[in-house]
């Protein structure tokens, strides 16, 4: 989809320079695709934080924390 936005250069050319990329289209894409990551990052940390278990035990881990040791 072709979009039109103004970015200031100052951030554009920091921008460039940081990441080595050497397009508009190349940041932006980047920029855009490291947003989306970190939400859905929050939104897997967040989900992690409710469950009643971790996730991450082992099965003996895991049998240990039930039985209560």
């Known amino acids: 989809m ?3 936005v103004e970015i ?3 951030v554009l050319s ?3 320079r940081l990441t080595g990329l050497t397009t508009k ?3 932006i894409n980047l ?3 490291e947003l989306v990551q970190g ?3 929050r939104e897997a940390l967040s989900r992690l934080a409710r469950m009643k278990h ?3 035990l082992t ?3 895991l049998a240990a924390e039930k039985s209560g040791e």
């Open 2 to 4: 072709a979009t039109t």
């Open 8 to 10: 200031p250069d100052d």
């Open 14 to 16: 920091e921008a460039l």
């Open 25 to 27: 289209k190349a940041v």
């Open 31 to 33: 920029a855009m695709t």
């Open 39 to 41: 939400y859905r990052q």
């Open 54 to 56: 971790n996730p991450f």
């Open 59 to 61: 099965a003996e881990e």
